[in-house]
């Protein structure tokens, strides 16, 4: 009996399959390596390289591996990329979850899953966001987000047997080992750490915000923290029990860009003073998750601060960079 983790060869996927693997779970990794890496994939856990869009392969390995549950992290995940490549977004996010609830359906799968996003909120009328505010995307991204908890919601009325709950995690960032690296053209942190460690300026995209310092205020959460929820829910599931149809996943914390680059020079030494530029199109101001429903059906609570979570992203960095230079 294995649990099947799509898009297990990505930055969070691989840290799912680490801690399952910890705790004793059998997996099954699918991944078409579009974004993900093979050697993010430990050599001793089953691979299989296919699209999640292709019905046959995903059955094919849920027979072969005996799979009783699914992880659902494949997906494209770049918002601004979506907005010019919207059909690509909605093949890859939406056709590829449709096809994986009919194989999980096919084959009488009853535990699943789903990697969402707080995208769902878009630019949240509250301060601090609870699952019950309703869905305001502002991209396909977070379109293609939406329609996969829709998809899973209406299965699951129909489906009373298949229990499942969509995550919808804030900003993942930090690694559990300097191998697992986030290497995202478009995320703060690899950004600042690509620009401190090329002698470039890093950047802030608006510092007129309304927000304490002007900067963005996000919901930063550690990627071991994240792994760690969906160990905590897929061991609730192999109980036999249940959990809610959603769940944040942030720490309920919100830091800004300033108390982000204040704690990257403290943790990486490098003195530098960034390049102000103007705002992007629809980045909220703010977007801070609460995150009391999964502390208390689950016990889960994020444990890692800024600094570590800083400071396991640098060492992550330092380690790619390594990497890339010796492969050179
Ligand atoms: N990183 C974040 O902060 C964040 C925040 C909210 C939600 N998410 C969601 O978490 C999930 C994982 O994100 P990540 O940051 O690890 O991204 P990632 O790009 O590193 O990982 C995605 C993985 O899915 C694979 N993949 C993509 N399309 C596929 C397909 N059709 N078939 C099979 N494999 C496919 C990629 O090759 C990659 O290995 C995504 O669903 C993303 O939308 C991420």
């Known amino acids: ?67 009783h549950g699914v992880v659902h992290l494949a997906a494209l995940k770049y918002a601004g990329v979506s907005v010019q490549e919207p059909l690509r977004f909605y093949r890859e996010n939406v056709l590829g979850m ?64 298949l229990r499942q709950t969509s995550l919808r995690y804030f900003n993942v960032v930090g690694s559990g ?5 986030d290497h995202s053209p478009h995320n703060l942190f690899p950004k600042v750490l690509r620009a401190l460690t090329d002698g470039a300026t890093p950047v802030v995209n608006g510092a007129d915000y309304p927000t304490p310092d002007g900067s963005c205020v996000r919901d930063y959460v550690h990627v071991v923290d994240v792994a760690d929820a969906h160990l905590a ?33 403290r943790i990486t030494g490098i003195e530098f003073t960034p390049e102000i530029k103007a705002r992007r199109p629809g980045d909220p101001a703010r977007i801070v998750g609460r995150v009391e429903r999964i502390g208390r059906d689950l016990d889960w609570h994020a444990s890692a601060g800024l600094d570590e979570m800083v400071a396991s992203a640098w060492s992550a960095w330092q380690h790619h960079l390594a990497s890339t230079r010796g492969a050179s």
């Open 233 to 265: 829910i897929a061991q609730r599931l192999d109980g036999g029990q249940r959990c809610a149809a959603v769940y944040n996943v942030g720490r309920g914390v919100g830091s800004s860009v300033f108390e982000i680059l204040d704690s990257m020079r």
């Open 98 to 161: 449709q096809v994986l609830l009919e194989s999980v359906v096919d084959r009488g799968i009853d535990r699943l899953l789903l990697s969402s996003s707080a995208s769902w909120y878009g630019t949240p009328a509250a301060e601090i966001v609870d699952e019950d505010e309703p869905p305001r995307p502002e991209s396909p991204y977070g379109e293609s987000k939406t329609i996969s908890e829709w998809l899973l919601r209406d299965l699951a009325r129909i489906r009373p047997e």
């Open 177 to 181: 080992t300097p191998e697992l690296a």
């Open 1 to 67: 009996m294995s649990w099947l983790i799509t898009g297990g060869a990505g930055y969070i996927g691989s840290h799912v399959v680490r801690a399952f693997r910890c705790a004793g779970l059998d997996v099954v990794v699918l991944d078409n390596l579009s974004t993900g890496y093979r050697d993010f994939v430990p050599t001793d856990v089953s691979f299989v390289e296919a699209s999640v869009t292709d019905g046959d392969a995903v059955r094919a390995t849920m027979d072969a591996h005996a799979v």
